[in-house]
DNA sequence: GGGACGGCAGACATCGATGTCATACTGCTG
DNA sequence: CAGCAGTATGACATCGATGTCTGCCGTCCC
């Protein structure tokens, strides 16, 4: 349309004020109501009188004011709120990504914030949320703790928790097989004939953590393995902390043979400390990343997008009426040997 | 809180409809206005009359309808859309982790959309955005033409373009330093002793593409060289195809002694090509990616967090009142030389 | 003692849409 | 031609909050 001049002075709507369908209607020369009719192509409208408001609509590029409609409508709105820690961890990314593409499925949306890791800011959030009336909510949890969260189910707002369960079973939640997971690399590396095998892993506080470290314990026991006993490492919580954590280990007397990091993030430090190593001792990290085929990672794999996707899912019941007991989803997890855990002990 | 029982009887809201102002008024046994006055901290309530209030509130779990007081406000709410592509993209998901950062210290809320890189999904996206009156909308386009959006950045709502600049320079733009980021590629390859060099694009409608492109090829004749010329590969779009291009590339006769592969995408296409290979050629890829130093990938890199947070200043600025005419940032681009891109020719 | 003023509270309009109900008009039927 | 059904339209209340305006009371001061 007209190209010649920018918009500015095209019509006299206040300058930054979109229309409203008043003005519409007003230009049009028929009522509010009609107007009204006419753009939600409601029945009983005339032809010439539909094309009249189109037309006015068109004019003063009239847009819809959703959050009208949405008050008079029964006040909620069709948004979904995810809050989880920083996007730039592939792991929620990927959930993130799952997610969105299960909620457009029903013409649902996104939102999104960062609890930075911090139960405090993660509870303004979610009463944030709650007052823009999503129509749940999706939260990767920080703290331990979260009964905070569970009373606001009740409420009528579905929560979903991904990654670590609610405190009580009051929630759905989406977990991670953590202990088969954890168990299946003990034992992939028990198999492959090491008995120091170093542990490495994150705050323990957390749930997920707290299950690997668990079941990799409870995998040595079963294996009649006592030798892993002073290689066990937990509360490493960053990348760097992680290397510098793998490069300790690897000067002790004797060294491991062998390394499980229980996480993206720990791997990755891992990597680092072990990069020019002449004689690197076997490594399996928690969680596929990206090139782990081409650095040759062996892995415990499992589908975050997968993960995030059923989230919603679960969330799209309960929005559309599903009232029963709380559920719990759980993803399933793979070794995938590339290389790194298989290396002998020596 | 009462613990033993779940909330179900405990008030007698009908299910899952939340209270309203109106009812804590009720229940406090002041008019509505008053109850709106103690909850916002506004002055002239006297301070038992806020006590009770505050009760009455509590007791019923009231949350603010936080829809009705944007409409009454002003219409506008306090969120501001992501158009982008899949974030399971890490330079997508940098940019949003980037844009999220910032708007929370202007207390706006990020919302995101993945246009799967599909003009039309995306121009529904941006109808929907509007119609949530979102204060600012950030758009890393996926077609070639938009002008559509432009109108719309006259009209109120500020538009930021990043990554891909406005058909017309009608709006903020964020852009990466392509030309010159594809120069010193180019540039450190030929001074490398490279002549053969190979090039690997994704689609040259896209601009960005389009720039690396062009400023490849203007170093590589201000250098006097023409080898290049045969092993020029572009709209490769996925990893599968990067790989497979640069297999082929690879059987050539003579060999390309260099490839530059030009996103982040192309360049883990080409690593997979390259695994295993006894002699592989040299390789610089354009976007930094994580573990690049572990694999030894020499890279242009670029900051993408601060590419959103960029964005999100632009558009913060926007909301807050600026009237200038459009700004472009252009992010600055570095090579990181990390071994694979110093590989001599052979 | 009267007027000014500040503190507190409520009535009412309002934001921009949609739902309900009433009304005017048309055309058809018996 | 009365009666009635059906279409097209509009007036008005409504969603849940906030802004404006008004009124009442007590205190302080001249």
């Known amino acids: ?19 409203t369908l008043t003005q519409v209607a007003a230009l049009a020369g028929v009522s509010l109501k009609t107007a009204s009719r006419a753009l939600n192509d409601e029945p009983n409208v005339a032809e010439a009188t539909g094309r009249r408001v189109r037309e006015a609509a068109d004019r003063l590029g009239y847009r819809l004011n959703g959050i009208a409609r949405e008050l008079r409508r029964g006040a909620t709105s069709a948004l979904v709120g995810l809050i989880s820690g920083d996007l730039t961890n592939p792991f929620y990314s990927a959930v993130a990504s799952g997610i969105e593409r ?35 909510l999706l939260v990767v949890p920080s703290g331990e703790h979260h ?69 990799f314990v409870a995998a040595m026991k079963a294996a009649g393995n006592e030798e892993w006993e002073p290689y066990l490492r937990t509360d490493v919580h960053d990348v760097r902390r992680a290397e510098e954590t793998v490069r300790e280990l690897l000067e002790l007397e004797p060294r491991p043979t062998a390394v499980f990091t229980t996480n993206n993030r720990l791997t990755t430090g891992a990597l680092r400390a072990l990069r020019g190593h002449t004689d690197p001792p076997a490594l399996v990290g928690f969680d596929d990343f990206d090139l782990a085929d081409v650095i040759g990672t062996t892995v ?47």
Do not use: C, K, W
């Open 147 to 215: 009964d905070y969260l569970a009373i606001e189910g009740n409420r009528g707002v579905p929560f979903v928790f991904l990654d670590r369960p609610p405190d009580e079973a009051t929630a759905d939640a989406v977990l991670i097989d953590n202990v088969g997971g954890a168990r299946a690399a003990a034992e992939h590396l028990l198999a492959g004939g090491h008995r120091r095998i170093a542990l490495v892993a994150d705050l323990a506080r957390m749930a997920p953590q707290r299950a690997r470290i668990d079941s």
């Open 102 to 136: 299960e909620l457009r499925q029903h013409g649902l949306q996104l939102v999104t914030a960062n609890n930075d890791e911090d139960a405090e800011l993660e509870q303004s959030l979610v009463d944030a949320f709650l007052q823009r009336r999503v129509r749940a």
């Open 300 to 346: 415990v794999a499992h589908d975050s997008v997968a993960m995030g996707r059923e989230a919603a899912r679960l969330a799209h019941e309960r929005i559309s009426g599903f009232r029963g007991p709380a559920r719990t989803v759980t993803i399933s997890t793979t070794v995938i040997p590339r290389g790194s855990g298989e290396r002998p002990p020596r």
């Open 1 to 19: 349309m007209s190209a010649s001049r920018p918009a500015e002075g095209s019509f006299d709507a206040a300058a930054g004020r979109r229309p």
